[in-house]
């Protein structure tokens, strides 16, 4: 059990560039989750698969982004035309199915994003 | 919409004193509902968790009760210690699993 990994752990990039992210979920866990984390405030849900399938998506989850999980392994999310606002740690979790983990979600260590 | 809300920080103790961060919550249905750490530059841990009214999650000398008739979580450790230094939070999650957090609570443990 490797835990859940995230890449890159930081990336600095200018207003306007798009960013793509890495989440390696834990293996067997079926369900993935990303937030967002803002200076001072507790992550916000951002997005959730089940296996391949995107579930649902926050309203914080707007037109620039979009996340990916296929063959329901790892998982991506971009950003599109980044904003000064974007700049935020991203975080992954994962979690087995919940039969058995009775919502227990696993965190990675986050990427922190910086626009500047 | 589902909310948490937790004390502010940040929460500043002498080492063995007792800890207390209040949470509460506003929820549809049953939630679990768990506490979070997270130590500096380090990730998200999940410290505790209860699953329905009346359980008692416990971990690391940390206490929490689920209580439905004042849906509160409140965070308890009988002496804290240096190291209990971190963020800590509160959260629910829904029938999907989704986490709702609250701000957090930062606790500083001075020797």
């Known amino acids: 059990d490797t835990g859940v990994s995230q890449d890159p752990r930081h990336k600095i990039t200018k207003r306007g560039q798009n960013v793509t992210f890495r989440c390696d979920p834990i293996s067997e866990h079926n369900r993935l989750y990303w937030y967002r984390q803002t200076l001072g405030q507790g992550p916000e849900f951002l997005t959730y698969f089940q296996n391949e399938a995107q579930l649902e998506k926050s309203r914080l989850l707007s037109d620039r982004f979009s996340a990916e999980r296929p063959k329901g392994s790892f998982s991506t999310l971009e950003i599109q035309r980044t904003e000064q606002g974007d700049s935020a740690m991203y975080l992954c979790?994962?979690?087995?199915?919940?039969?058995?983990?009775?919502?227990?979600?696993?965190f990675g260590a986050g990427t922190r994003l910086s626009v500047l | 919409g589902n909310s948490v809300t937790q004390m502010e920080g940040p929460v500043t103790l002498s080492e063995e004193a007792f800890l207390t961060i209040n949470c509460t919550y506003t929820a549809t249905g049953y939630p679990s509902l768990f506490w979070y750490v997270q130590y500096p530059g380090e990730g998200l841990q999940l410290l505790l968790k209860?699953?329905?009214?009346?359980d008692k999650g416990s971990n690391k000398g940390f206490e929490a009760t689920y209580r439905k008739e004042t849906t509160s979580f409140h965070l308890e450790k009988g002496s804290v210690q240096v190291s209990d230094s971190a963020v800590y939070f509160c959260a629910l999650s829904d029938s999907w699993g989704k986490l709702q957090f609250g701000a957090g609570t930062q606790v500083v443990v001075t020797p």
């Open positions: 979790a994962s979690s087995p199915p919940l039969r058995l983990a009775k919502n227990i979600q696993y």
């Open positions: 209860a699953t329905k009214a009346d």
